[in-house]
Each structure stands twice: as structure tokens, then as C-alpha cells.
């Protein structure tokens, strides 16, 4: 039996978290999930939406379904060495989606083979402190994120090694530097074909993402920082094009109502069985205009001038919960209903409007 959705929507799967792709096979839960993450599945492409500002980052841009990215560099194709990518924006706004889409391009570039992640979270703004624990991430990474790599064992232990020489020899020192570290790292991985890509999650500065940059790019050719201090990271995008040093700058950004209606209207035309009309209520079913505008509107904490916005993570979320009470409702209302019963249902009957995404925003706040 048909469901709801597809009997009197048209709509294939779920427009925000698709459990199936346009042939119906299935997709795996935790590409998209959370974070959209192409490197676990690329049939997650088209769902990502452009809630980004490539003004700063000439080296690298746009969205693109067929290649992931329009614009990305090759280290052969940079000028010098090492590209940083700094990602900013506040919670769910896409910031870990565009990390995972970077990585799936370096993926693409590299002849489908995935670099390893060195993922950290920096505690303080040490810049020595900082740029050591890279390095050991590094080799723990080895030693324990390649089960596959013949004699991780011992490559990880003449990394420690190296590792503990330099330590020693830099004790200390203010401005220590493990450059002679990372170098030794290319060479003990080059011949395992192991590509590197360190991406900093959380922490530290201006100050310490360039000095990671400058020690690691000798075995590393892509540094990604995920940031909520938009001035950190404008401070660093300033200091690397002064001092011409590879560097992009992505500034993930919440949604007006206007983008948002461009994000549901693009989700639910993807997934549409058959086309709609272009009417906006037709580009909009199940959901009303009111049903979106509702979200808009000014609350208790709004500040005077300022149009309401949110993260495409929260949007995606309550348009969800919305939406699969909805349907949930309407099952119970025409439970035993035949498919051809289902098809000649009314859409205007069935529609999802404000008093039903109040309530599911209430849910997810703790309301109800």
C-alpha cells in the first residue's frame, strides 16, 4: 500500500531526511542523519543547499552535484604549498557537511583513494602546544584509524620515536617548531600512498591554525578549520592573503525566510514523484505559506531591525517533525483506505500549516 506521502504529495521519500534515492534503493542512515557525508555515500550530493558565502575563497567554490565542488585546487595546481580552508558559522549551519564535501573532493582528486582525517579539538592558544598535539593526533591515527595498513605498528612507533627526538630537543622553547617532525612523517608515509588531512574541529586561534598550517603542509596539503569565532577567523584569512599563503574563507550562514522558502521548495521539488505546478502553493505542498511564515515571525528575544534567521539544522529538523506528525495524523484519518481511494483524496484537504509546525517547534524546544 501506498503511504500518504507518496499517494497524495508525490513525494518519493522524505524531502529532509531520504530514506531512498530516485531509483529506491536505499540510503544509508548516517549520510545524512546529522551531517550530509558524501564520503559515506555520494547519492547524498543533491541535498546539499547553498547556504554559503564563497566571496572569500577564490581557490575554492561552488556547490556542484556532478563534482562536488566547482572550484578546488590540486596540490599541483597550488601556488606554493598547503591550502587552508576555514569554515565559520554558528550550530547547524553546515559546517561539518561542507568539511565532509571538501573531504569527498579530495577523495575525487586523489583517484577515489580517502585521505586520513586527523580530526582534533586544540585546547588552548598555545601555538607549540597546539601544532605537538597535532602530531601525536597524527600518530595515534596511524596506529589505530588504519587497521589495514601493513606494519602500522611499527611505522607508528618510528613516528613516536622522531616525535620524542624533536620533543626533547624544542623543550622549552617559547616558539618551538616540529617542522623536521612532519617532514619525517612524509617520508615514512610516502611509500603507503597515506594522504593526510587535518581538520580542526574546535579551539584555538588565529595564531595557532597558521602555525599548524606552516609545520604540517610538508605532509599535509589541506588543513580544514570548522569555527564559530568569526573574528578568528577573519584575523587569519587577513594575515594569510598578507603574507600569500593559501587560504579560503566559507562563511556558512542562517537562513531568512526568503532562503528558506528556496530550501523547502528545492527539498520538496527533488523528491517529487511528478512535477508540480509552479504556483508557490503547489511548489510548497504539503506545507502552506503560513506554515513557513509562522517560523519568521518576531519572538520575545528578536532585537528591533533585525529579520529573524535560523540554521538550515534547525529549520530541517522542525519542517521534519512537522511534517511526520502530520502524516502520522492523516494516516489514522484514512486508515484503510485503498491506494485509488488515497489517490483521489483532495491535497487541499491534507495541508500542513501553522498550527502544526507551531507545535512541532514547541516540541523540539521542550514546550510540550
Not at 92 to 100: I, K, M, V, Y
Not at 209 to 214: A, H, K, N, Q, R
Not at 286 to 295: I, Y
Not at 342 to 359: H, K, Q
Request: proline share 5%.
Amino acid at each position: 500500500m501506498t503511504t500518504i506521502r507518496e499517494a497524495i504529495w508525490k513525494l518519493r521519500a522524505d524531502p529532509f531526511y531520504p530514506e531512498v534515492d530516485r531509483q529506491g534503493a536505499p540510503i544509508p542512515k548516517p549520510a545524512v542523519e546529522k551531517d550530509l557525508n558524501p564520503l559515506l555515500d555520494e547519492r547524498v550530493l543533491p541535498l546539499y543547499f547553498d547556504v554559503y558565502d564563497w566571496s572569500a575563497s577564490d581557490l575554492v567554490g561552488e556547490l556542484s552535484v556532478q563534482d562536488a565542488l566547482a572550484r578546488f585546487p590540486t596540490p599541483r595546481s597550488l601556488p606554493g604549498s598547503g591550502l587552508m580552508v576555514l569554515i565559520s558559522g554558528s550550530r547547524e549551519t553546515g559546517l561539518d557537511s561542507l568539511a565532509n564535501l571538501l573531504l569527498h573532493k579530495i577523495r575525487l582528486t586523489t583517484g577515489g583513494q580517502a585521505p586520513m582525517l586527523i580530526d582534533i579539538e586544540l585546547e588552548g592558544r598555545d601555538k607549540a602546544s597546539n601544532v605537538a598535539a597535532v602530531a601525536r593526533r597524527i600518530i595515534d591515527q596511524v596506529e589505530f584509524g588504519l587497521p589495514a595498513l601493513p606494519g602500522r605498528e611499527a611505522l607508528a612507533a618510528s613516528m613516536q620515536a622522531k616525535y620524542d627526538r624533536v620533543s626533547k630537543a624544542q623543550e622549552g622553547r617559547r616558539d618551538a617548531s616540529y617542522a623536521e617532525v612532519f617532514r619525517a612523517f612524509r617520508d615514512l608515509l610516502k611509500p603507503h600512498g597515506v594522504q593526510l588531512v587535518v581538520k580542526i574541529e574546535k579551539g584555538g586561534d588565529h595564531d595557532s591554525w597558521i602555525s599548524i598550517l606552516e609545520s604540517v603542509r610538508s605532509c599535509c596539503a589541506y588543513v580544514i578549520v570548522t569555527t564559530a569565532e568569526f573574528a578568528f577567523a577573519k584575523t587569519c584569512y587577513d594575515a594569510m592573503i598578507g603574507n600569500s599563503l593559501n587560504v579560503a574563507w566559507v562563511k556558512a550562514q542562517a537562513l531568512d525566510r526568503t532562503k528558506a522558502q528556496q530550501y523547502l521548495t528545492h527539498r520538496l521539488a527533488a523528491e517529487r514523484l511528478v512535477p508540480m505546478a509552479d504556483a508557490l502553493d503547489q511548489a510548497l505542498l504539503p506545507f502552506t505559506a503560513d506554515a513557513l511564515a509562522v517560523l519568521y515571525e518576531p519572538g520575545a528575544k528578536s532585537l528591533p531591525g533585525k529579520p529573524v534567521e535560523h540554521s538550515v539544522g534547525w529549520l530541517r529538523r522542525t519542517l521534519y517533525a512537522a511534517l511526520a506528525e502530520h502524516s502520522a495524523a492523516l494516516g489514522q484519518r484514512h486508515a484503510g483506505a485503498s491506494d485509488d481511494e488515497l489517490a483521489g483524496v483532495d491535497p487541499r484537504t491534507t495541508l500542513l500549516g501553522r498550527a502544526e509546525v507551531i507545535r512541532a517547534r514547541d516540541k523540539l524546544n521542550g514546550k510540550v
